[in-house]
């Protein structure tokens, strides 16, 4: 009986170990994935590139998405994340000369656009940003400025409107760009000023405002030092800035590196 037991102790203790190797060994590896942390502004654009990505290259791609101020404080804080791609380029410039981005990663990618969102069934007549000061507008989302790229441009081109005094009271600040669009999208707000890329693909109206109203969002990306798929992540950093990346970016109302000059700092 004792032997017999033992005889089934073996047999469990082979299969186990078998059940091990399949599992580690290298023909049997799971893929790689890589987390991205990128700003909200990119989540349509970034999703598509990343099924594309992961067709091309059995690498996987998880995606964090949110402000790009706090992203950047995660990755300050020690997040694990291989690839940071920012509304603003000042973002990845703070991280690189904290040592925490791959100094010759760093690229531009994206300028992006902001617009003037209202609801389809608004009875409100939005077409201009002036328009945000008419009394019957009571209440206006933005990004918040503190750490949101595209709230800093939705202030800069209040200001430069010179409605800022008139709009300021109204507002109602998202945590980032693509929860700006919510608040509008679901009644809470009159109007909102967010994303091209993000406008494009809602049910929506909405009015491109000029650029010269804020500064450019020159949006750049960059590796984060502590990955430990550095291949895997310049990988993907270039693929973003090349022909099949380019062609989804540029669908989405960005303006790209090359078709319009963009200059780094």
Not at 48 to 76: C, D, P, W, Y
Not at 146 to 165: C, K, S
Request: aromatic share 8%; with cysteine.
């Amino acid at each position: 009986m004792q032997r017999i037991q033992l005889l089934l102790l073996w047999f469990c203790l082979s299969g186990f170990l078998v059940s091990c190797s399949d599992g580690l060994g290298p023909g049997s590896q799971q893929p790689a994935t890589l987390t991205v942390s990128a700003a909200a502004d990119l989540t349509p654009a970034f999703q598509e590139i990343g099924r594309l990505f992961e067709q091309e290259t059995g690498t996987k791609v998880t995606f964090n998405f949110g402000s790009t101020g706090q992203l950047a404080q995660q990755i300050e804080q020690g997040a694990p994340v291989d690839v940071f791609a920012a509304a603003n380029v000042s973002f990845v410039d703070e991280l690189e000369q904290q040592g925490l981005t791959i100094p010759d990663t760093k690229a531009l990618y994206a300028r992006g656009r902001i617009t003037l969102w209202t609801r389809a069934d608004s009875p409100l007549k939005i077409e201009r940003i002036e328009d945000l000061a008419k009394a019957e507008v009571k209440r206006v989302a933005i990004a918040n400025p503190e750490h949101a790229p595209y709230g800093i441009a939705a202030r800069e081109a209040l200001q430069a409107a010179g409605i800022w005094q008139h709009v300021e009271p109204k507002l109602v600040f998202g945590e980032n760009v693509a929860q700006t669009l919510q608040y509008a999208e679901t009644g809470n707000v009159d109007a909102a000023i967010v994303a091209l890329s993000l406008s494009t693909q809602s049910k929506g109206r909405y009015v491109l405002l000029p650029e010269a109203l804020h500064q450019p969002l020159d949006q750049a990306l960059a590796v984060i030092t502590r990955t430990q798929l550095e291949s895997q992540a310049r990988q993907f950093a270039t693929f973003i800035n090349g022909p099949q990346g380019r062609s989804v970016m540029r669908k989405y109302g960005f303006i790209l590196p090359g078709e319009e000059p963009i200059t780094a700092k």
